[in-house]
Each structure stands twice: as C-alpha cells, then as structure tokens.
C-alpha cells in the first residue's frame, strides 16, 4: 500500500458532507454489518428506501444524531485501489469553523460539497477561502442532491459561480454534479481522489526537503542522540554522510554511519554539537526570524498573554496585530507560499493553555 | 516496512516524544491493559527512547477478572517495565452487579489511580476506528478536574503541532495509536515481530454460546468445545470469542480483511447502551 493520503469534506451545513463520506465508505467495502445495522437502526426510513443514512457512518456523537449536524472532525479510513485515504468530516456550521480548519491545516487536499438546489452560502465560501490559507492544491467541487434538482440547467449557472470563487485561487480543481443517496457520479469522486493522490505522491517523491525540528538531545558514552519531527510528512532515511544546517547557528551536521540502525526520527552526528529543544536541523534554506507577515483564524478571543508554537518551539507574543506578529525569539520557518508544511504555527493562550488560533507565515504582501 | 505503516509508526513515535520530552517525567504514565494495542504501545515506547530505557512508568488497572493468559503475559511483560498495577478494593463481580461493575472497577478505578499516584498525562492504545465516538478523539485530549471528557469543545489540534500544556485543573490523555486501523496493528505486530497474549491465536475451549456471542465456559456450565480466538481482550465474563482457524498472524490478517463485523462486537461493555462508549469516556472511562 502507498503512503497516506488525507482528505477532508467541508461545505455548508446540511450541503451532504457526511452523507458524500458515508456513501464512499459504503462503495469501498469499509463499513460492516454491525455499522450497517446499527445505522439502519438511528436512520429515518421512507417506504421507497430499505437504504441507511450514510451520514450516520461518520456522525458519531449523541448530538449529532439528534441534532443532524457535524459537531467536531470525525476521523476514517478506507483503502482504494491501493490507496490508503484518511477521510476528515469538518462540520459545516459556522460555530465550529474552529475544527473545519484544524482539519484543512492538516489535509492535502479536499471535497468541498455545495448543495445544488441552493444558492451559494457563506459558509461555502469560508471553507473555500480556509482551504487557500492553507495552500491546498486540488479540490474537487461536488454539486450535491442531483438528484433533488428539478431543473438540471440550473447546473451550468452554478458552476459558472463556483469558478468565479475560484478564479483567485491557486487550486487545481475538477467541479461535476453528485447524489450520494442515489449513487450518482460516486464512482468519479473516488477517480478523482485517486488522481489527486498519485499527483501528491509523486510531488512527495521528488521533494527532497527534510526540516527535523528537535525534540531532544541526549548523550550516551561520548555519543549523541538527536530525536526530533520532521515535517515534510514522510519519514526520514538519513543516509550515511548526509550534510544538514543547523538552525540557528549554522553549524553543519554530518549524519554519521550508526543513524541507517536507529529508529525513525533519531539521528546520530558523527561529531558532538551543540543543539537544543527548538532548534531545526534542514538541508534546505529557512528564515529566522521573529517578525511575520501573517494570517490567523483565531477559534476563540485572544486574551493578553500568547505562546506561539512552530515545529517545537514555543515562543511568547510580544506584539500582535492584522499583519504582523512578533515574538521574543526566533523561529525558524519557511513562508507558506515556499514550504507549506513549514509555514504555520498554532497560538496557545499563556493562562488557559487552551489553543486559540492558528496562523500562517505569508510573503509581506 | 510499506510506506503508510511507516508514516503511522513516525507520527505515534513523534507525538511519544513531544509528551515525554517537554514534561515532567514523573506526572506521565502510559496504560496497559496487556492487550494487542498496549503491545504496540509499549513498543513504539521502547523505540522512541532508544538506545535509552523508557523514561516513564506503566500501570494496569486490573478487576481481577482477566484471563489467565493475560495474567501470565502480564507478568512477563512486567519484567521488562516499570509496571504499576492498580486494582480497586471495591471488587465488584461482573456476573452479579451489572453496569455497575465496569464504572466501578475500569473508570472509578482508572480515576483513583491517577490521583494516587498523582498522574498528568495518560497515554492510551485506543484507535479511533475502534468505535464511534473515538473517531472523533483528538492525539492530545483535555480532560477537566473530574477527568471528564467535553466531546462538544474539544481543543483544536493541527498535527503534528501538538499542545503538550496543561493546567492545574486540567489533564491529558495521549492516543499515539489515534489513525491505527485493526489491520494495521497486526501489519506492524507481524513486521516487528512483537509478542501478544497467545489467545488472539485460534484454539481449543469450552465454550458457551449466550444472547450476545461466545463466552468462556464456567464451572456450572462447561459448554462444548470449539476452535476460538479473542479478536480484543479484556474481562473474560465481558469479552466475546470469534469462530476462527487463525492460528498465525498471517492467518489473523487474511481473516480479518474478509471479516464482516468491527472488533467491537466481541465486547459486552460497548453495547449496553445507545452512545455507550460517549457516555463512559464523558465520566472519565479511556
């Protein structure tokens, strides 16, 4: 099996995000008996359907049944052709936009649902303008509730709004009518993702980029032990002799012959450094700074006092405002139009601890 | 190793490490219920830290009722750990007292042991394919004074930049394992090579066959005998037997990608009630 590929489903309320995941989690063989019954069990059944809610495959809380809506990013898996998805449902309400765009930071790419019996909402085009903060590069537009639509021309008009939302932006994307009740056109969402992700796999294999931010180090008989993250979402194999930077000082690092037998995220120098918690080890070029141009959801009111953590530092706010943010010490990243993966921090609230908001790292514009 | 494997084994062994070295270490521990998951637990524990020991403490809550072959792998294993086991003195009997028994014995339990060894951060093995109110858990989940989870505000979390803070009222739970499917666990078991309680293997038993599955027999009732295996582990009076010829983790792996019903379907405790799984981890159940 290949690497995994993570989409999310976001849209308005009730445009069929769950609905859309449920049934692509029916197609592909991935729910069983017992979700089967038990979903027919919590559905409303019509006389003309025997078939289940799909969106009760994915809607998993008390509320969320009762209420028919999507509290909170509700995580699955399914294997298709090979392919490993890792499906997020994002709630389309706009009290929780807070965990649509947790999901779209991680994601890499998404199914944005727009109910094509209604005119466009506000919410529709929020998720949109989140998916482009965080530089998702395919998106596939799904016309939702074909099936309810009287008159099939109004399809055209609807696609021509969509694309004018779109003209903006920097996303590949393919845009066509579904029915997740009756069917229609799932086989080509499925088609659709299975492009996308060998598009970002093959992407994944030519980057070469490693940015391994430090968790620790340790010594052991004169011999050091560096354990850390890398961001670039694959795992690392240092290779013997392989040269980094080290940020901030600039010191070179040589990965030494002993790594290739250490597990996964641990690295040993062939001499001893000097490195601390919160430094980034890359063999790519990264800014230090402490100054950015950004842009931040917060999830809640930011109180007086924030942390600012990137990779794994944590860093204190010392100023704020809609453009800038200024911390007491560097980090060390990249601007999110260069390394996306790189190029965004979350805000904890100092008291509370609680995360409030996630920005990203952007050119000054 | 196949590269999606790999890039679970990472994203557990990088959050493992983002706990343990940005806290204290003596406020962390890391459950074990001596089950499949706590077995690729305490392994991705044991890689995360190498060539050092692990730095953090272990612990059971144990009932009493466990298998056998649980006990005896348990004490094995405890050879290798730091292993704390916790068993609350109310005893409660599975068979006599109901509901009761599981609040008692796992979540009052669970809560008493962390007080009295004044823990902060508690890693667990569950997954959230395991059940329908897991898939929507976070990798660090808050919980308040009470230990109580708020699945309606949860905090908001981007992998892998994870917040590793509490405060004095709050605490953590920490679920490495969060994007592990069944299948996956097995795929690393067999590539790792990492020993489980044997009767996840089909084997000979006196079984009963009751309402809701195959139960172990008891001296009032031997039952008759059959080829089983345990697809999850837990209270044997509580725990499920699956009809099985698995007797390899080849074999475990062929049978459970042809198999029709989640793992869940083997454990009494997940069916008692509609939402039963929501309403235990609300009150401060794993």
């Given amino acids: ?229 890398n961001l670039m979402n694959r795992p690392i194999d240092f290779a013997e002799g392989e040269t980094f930077t080290i940020y901030p000082t600039h010191q070179e690092l040589t990965v030494s012959a002993e790594s290739a037998s250490l597990p996964l995220g641990c690295i040993q120098p062939t001499e001893s450094i000097d490195v601390n918690t919160g430094d980034c080890v890359a063999n790519c070029p990264l800014l230090i700074t402490n100054k950015f141009s950004h842009q931040t959801i917060f999830f809640e009111e930011p109180g007086n006092h924030l942390l600012l953590k990137h990779g794994t530092k944590v860093v204190r706010v010392v100023q704020l405002t809609d453009t800038q943010i200024q911390t007491d010490a560097p980090l060390f990243i990249n601007n999110i139009e260069d390394i996306k993966e790189n190029g965004f921090g979350i805000l904890i609230d100092e008291i509370t601890k609680k995360t409030i908001g996630c920005c990203v790292f952007t050119r000054n514009s | 190793m196949t590269p999606y494997l790999q890039q679970l084994e990472k994203e557990a062994l990088e959050v493992i490490r983002e706990i343990c070295f940005s806290n204290r270490l003596s406020e962390i521990v890391v459950f074990y219920s001596i089950g499949k998951d706590s077995s690729v637990l305490l392994h991705l524990f044991k890689k995360a830290f190498f060539p050092f020991p692990i730095p953090v403490r272990f612990m059971h809550i144990d009932t009493g009722w466990k298998f056998k072959e649980m006990y005896a792998f348990r004490d094995k294993i405890a050879k290798q750990i730091d292993l704390i086991v916790y068993k609350n003195p109310a005893c409660l009997n599975p068979y006599t007292d109901g509901p009761r028994y599981t609040d008692v014995m796992k979540t009052q339990a669970l809560k008493q042991a962390l007080e009295k060894y004044n823990f902060k951060i508690a890693f667990g093995g569950s997954r959230r394919d395991e059940e329908k109110s897991r898939s929507k858990e976070r990798f660090v989940s808050v919980r308040d004074a009470e230990n109580k989870w708020n699945p309606y505000n949860q905090n908001p979390e981007i992998p892998p930049l994870y917040n590793t803070f ?82 390899t983790i080849d074999d475990v792996i062929n049978e459970l990608k042809q198999t029709a019903y989640t793992e869940r379907i083997t454990r009494v405790i997940d069916y008692d009630t509609d939402f039963s799984m929501e309403k235990k981890k609300i009150n401060g159940y794993f």
């Fill in chain 1, 1 to 229: 099996m290949k690497r995994i590929f993570k989409v999310i489903c976001c849209g308005n309320v009730d445009d069929g995000k769950s609905t859309l995941l449920g049934r692509l989690l029916f197609e592909t063989g991935s729910i069983k008996q017992d979700q089967l019954e038990e979903a027919l069990a919590s559905s409303i059944k019509t006389e003309e359907t025997a078939q289940p809610d799909f969106a009760m495959f994915l809607d998993g809380l008390a509320m969320e049944r009762t209420k028919k809506i999507t509290v909170d990013v509700a995580h699955r898996y399914f294997t298709y052709n090979q392919i490993r998805f890792h499906v997020l449902d994002c709630p389309g309400h706009e009290e929780y936009t807070k965990n649509m765009a947790t999901a779209a930071a991680c994601a890499d790419s998404a199914l944005i649902v727009v109910d094509a019996t209604r005119p466009i909402r506000a919410q529709t085009i929020r998720h949109i303008e989140i998916c482009a903060m965080f530089r998702l590069k395919q998106v596939c537009i799904c016309l939702t509730k074909y099936d309810l639509l009287a008159d099939k021309s109004i399809l055209k008009q609807k696609e021509e709004e969509i694309r004018n939302l779109l003209k903006d932006k920097d996303f590949s994307y393919t845009i066509f009518p579904i029915s997740a009740v009756t069917g229609y056109n799932i086989p080509k969402v499925l088609s659709v993702l299975e492009n996308f992700a060998e598009q970002s796999a093959d992407t994944a294999e030519k980057n070469q980029a490693i940015i391994f931010h430090i968790q620790a180090m340790k010594q052991l008989d004169g011999k050091c032990y560096i354990y850390g993250k």
């Fill in chain 2, 166 to 247: 509490h405060t004095d009222k709050t605490s953590l739970r920490i679920f490495p394992l969060s994007n592990w499917t069944e299948v996956d666990i097995w795929e690393y078991i067999k590539h790792e090579k990492i020993e489980v309680v044997p009767i996840y293997f089909a084997h000979e038993r006196h079984v009963v066959r009751n309402q809701s599955g195959l139960y172990i027999a008891t001296e009032n009732d031997t039952g008759e005998i059959k080829k089983v295996r345990f697809r999850t582990l837990g209270c044997y009076p509580l725990t499920g037997a699956v009809l099985s010829e698995a007797e």
